[in-house]
Every structure is written in structure tokens, then in C-alpha cells.
């Protein structure tokens, strides 16, 4: 099948809105008979308008997928203005092929990019339009707000750089006064995870962790059935994944943050969290085999939750697995057939409905990942609403998701040397 045409990563500029439209918005003349409210309102009203702006730092097959699914959403909702990368060249390369008006070649001239909008950068913008305005002392930092988390909740930087580096990057965006989507795994531990959440806090801006599986149609579907209960109580959630990962290096490697757990286990853990509600296990019991490098090449992990619910995950870079998931109820059961992770089949009770996804514009590196159109639009949707966490995967989650993959390597004896720092 012949991939789908392209839309420009930028498109034709939108008819001069933007922040210094905003700011001509708020220039009037005293005695014109304008409500100050109105002009401040209209203001918001273009800002709100504008595409939501993304910094991508990472310019390898994760990257280069994101930007493919973004190309499958309105150019005038989701723009890719500036990519990062460890070397100039290889970010130029990435920016050409994408068509990215920006490359650096390295993630601080990133953090530092206007174009990727700070809370600091917005005020010392702002500011001065709204005081010639002269609303009421009273208002005007109200007024201000309004102006400031309509643009700044458009930009937003993707993190797709390797796991082992996400504390540290992270850290650079988040104190740069950057919104930040995390590819998953967040950090190697949920000491490193607090450690970003309390940065997002502090600096007041947005911060999720990238598990674009809660985002796809048919996750959203089977939340629906479930506060539902379309298949009564459920009493047992399985969720498998396995594929053969033992060639790649960074799968295997103890300083690359290998194992199955880490980069595939995540997904089947979250998926039982998600579930029962991100409620906290009464036990976790997990075993399985690790490689001469100390990393684990399969892992089952049982959680055991109240009123007698449980929870079944089976990960493997070894061998393939059935990958898929299985909720079981007292009136039913809900299946996510193969890829459960970024799925477009969803079986209720024996009948199948299909979800299908966009083609892409290009070859893309892993299975079905024009599904991140899902998390790139669930982002800016929180975003629009001034949101700092995604209701669909919520920090809190994060944290409990990485507390047990930290039991649980700790059961299996699979150390990395973040658990010492």
C-alpha cells in the first residue's frame, strides 16, 4: 500500500495570529469605548487559535515516527518547529527529512528556543500590552493568566531521547520553563520520576509520561465499558508481551537501561493499573531470568489487589508472546488482541470492532505508530484547557507504575546504577 501524501510539517502562516497579533490586540486607545475585558478576551481568543508548537529532542526512530503521526493531524493544530539532537548534522538531517524549520545540535539551545515558549518569556512579552490597557489593579494579573496559559499551554517539547537520560533532560526542559511529554519509561526509578514531577510543579508546567497505549481509541473504549461494568466486576486482568529483542544492543545492555521490564513490561503493567484505577497493589510477586549483562530477558509479575482481584504481566525479549490482554469479569470478558499495546481491534464479549488508524506518509520504524496522533492531540487538548496532567495517564499513576517495576526488579535482582545515586 502506497504511504498516505504528507502535510508540511509548518504551514502558511495563519492569517498574522500569534502572540504579537495578541499584543496588537491589547494596543488601543483610551476612551475608544472597548471594554478592557473584551480586548484581553479577543486576545485569548487568538492565542487559543494557534497550533500547538513542538520541540523535539531525540532524533532517532521514536522521533522520527512522532513526527510521521503528527503529519496525520491538522497542520494548524499540531506544528514540529525545532528538533535537537546530540550532533548538529544528525539534526539537520532529521530537520530536512521532516521538514523542521529548526535544528540544534545540542538539547540546551533547544531548552532555550523562543519558539518553544517559557512561562518567563510570555509575561516579559505580555506584560507590557496588558498594563497599557489599564485595567483595574485587581485585575490585571488575572488578565495576565489568562493571556499566559493561552500560549504558553500550546508549546511542549517531546522527549525521545534513551530512558537513561531522561532524569537529566528532562530536568534541562522543565527548569527552562518548557511542558514536557516524556517517552516512556519515565526514568530509570521512582526516585528519578519524583524527581521530574517536582520540577514540573515548581516551575508550573505541564508533564506527562508518554504511555500513548491509554491514548488510542480502543483504550478509551474499554474505560468507557468499564465504568460501565459491561462485564460486571472484574476479577482478573493478563497482559502479555514478547518479542525478540537479544540483537539490539540497548535492549540488552545494563548502562542502556535493558531488560524486558523497563521496555516492554511497562505496558502491561499499566494496563492492569489502568484497569483497576491506578489503585495501589496489596502484593507484588514477580520472577523471571536475567541475561549474563544483569538486565532480565523474561520477567511474570502477579499483583494481587483488594476484594480478591488479580493481576497477571508476562514480558520477553526472548521469545514472542501472545501480546495480548485480557479482562475477565463476573458478566463477561474484554479482549485486546495482538499488539496490545497500540492496539486497533477491541472483542467484547466475542464481537470485534475495528479501529482502524491513518496510513502514514511514510515508512515508520515500530507497529502501528501513527497511533501517537492519539497522545500528541490528548496533550494538546490538556493543554487548551491549562491543564498540567493528563487525566488519561496522571503523574500519580507514573509514580505507582515505576514503584512496582522497582519491587519488582528488586525481587529478580536487576540493578542499574541509578538505584545508587
Known amino acids: 500500500m502506497d504511504n498516505a501524501p504528507c502535510h508540511p510539517s509548518v504551514p502558511p502562516p495563519l492569517g498574522g495570529r500569534g502572540p504579537k497579533q495578541a499584543e496588537k490586540t491589547l494596543k488601543f486607545r483610551e476612551g475608544d469605548g472597548h471594554s478592557h475585558g ?22 532517532g526512530k521514536i522521533s522520527h515516527d512522532w513526527n510521521v503521526a503528527l503529519k496525520t493531524l491538522p497542520a494548524e493544530d499540531h506544528q514540529a518547529v525545532a528538533v535537537a539532537a546530540r550532533s548538529l548534522e544528525s539534526a539537520q538531517d532529521f530537520a530536512k527529512k521532516h521538514g ?34 489599564r485595567p483595574s489593579r485587581a485585575n490585571r494579573l488575572r488578565l495576565l493568566q489568562k493571556l499566559c496559559a493561552a500560549l504558553l499551554y500550546r508549546d511542549v517539547v517531546y522527549l525521545g531521547v534513551l530512558h537513561t537520560q531522561h532524569l537529566r533532560v528532562g ?18 526509578n521512582s526516585r528519578e520520576v519524583k524527581q521530574l514531577i517536582a520540577a514540573a510543579k515548581k516551575n508550573n508546567v505541564f508533564l506527562m509520561e508518554g504511555i500513548w497505549s491509554r491514548c488510542f481509541p480502543v483504550q478509551r473504549e474499554v474505560s468507557r ?92 525479549i526472548g521469545v514472542p508472546l501472545p501480546n495480548d490482554a485480557t479482562i475477565s469479569g463476573t458478566k463477561g470478558t474484554i479482549r485486546i488482541p495482538s499488539p496490545m499495546w497500540c492496539p486497533s481491534v477491541l472483542v467484547v464479549n466475542g464481537k470485534e470492532t475495528e479501529y482502524p488508524l491513518p496510513e502514514p506518509c511514510m515508512p515508520m520504524n515500530f507497529t502501528n505508530s501513527t497511533g501517537l496522533r492519539y497522545e ?13 496532567e493528563s487525566s488519561r495517564m496522571p503523574l500519580a499513576d507514573s509514580v505507582l507504575l515505576t514503584e512496582i517495576m522497582d519491587e519488582a526488579r528488586r525481587q529478580v535482582g536487576v540493578i542499574f546504577t541509578q538505584d545508587n545515586q
Not at 531548552?111 to 500590552?129: G, H, Q, T, W
Not at 500528541?376 to 498540567?388: P, W
Open 225 to 316: 465499558l468499564l465504568s460501565e461494568e459491561a462485564v460486571g466486576e472484574v476479577k482478573v486482568v493478563k497482559a502479555y508481551f514478547g518479542s525478540p529483542q537479544l540483537h539490539i544492543p540497548r535492549s540488552v545492555e545494563t548502562e542502556l537501561g535493558g531488560g524486558a521490564l523497563l521496555d516492554i513490561g511497562v505496558y502491561c503493567l499499566q494496563f492492569v493499573l489502568m484497569v483497576f484505577q491506578g489503585e495501589r497493589p496489596e502484593s507484588i510477586h514477580a520472577t523471571g531470568h536475567r541475561l549474563e549483562s544483569g538486565v532480565d530477558e523474561v520477567m511474570i509479575v502477579v499483583l494481587k489487589f483488594s476484594r480478591n482481584r488479580t493481576g497477571l504481566c508476562g514480558f520477553s
Open 376 to 388: 500528541a492531540e490528548e496533550v494538546r487538548q490538556c493543554l487548551l484547557k491549562g491543564l498540567k
Open 171 to 188: 530536568l534541562l526542559f522543565l527548569n527552562a520553563g518548557k511542558n514536557v511529554l516524556c517517552e516512556k519509561p519515565f526514568a530509570m
Open 100 to 133: 523542521i524549520p529548526q535544528a540544534y545540535g545540542s538539547y540546551e539551545e533547544l531548552a532555550k528556543d523562543p519558539n518553544i515558549a517559557s512561562s518567563r518569556l510570555l509575561a516579559s512579552r505580555l506584560a507590557p500590552a496588558l498594563f497599557r490597557c
Open 38 to 59: 473584551n480586548q484581553v478576551l479577543g486576545a485569548v481568543g487568538i492565542l487559543s487559535n494557534m497550533a500547538t508548537r513542538w520541540g523535539i529532542c531525540g532524533a
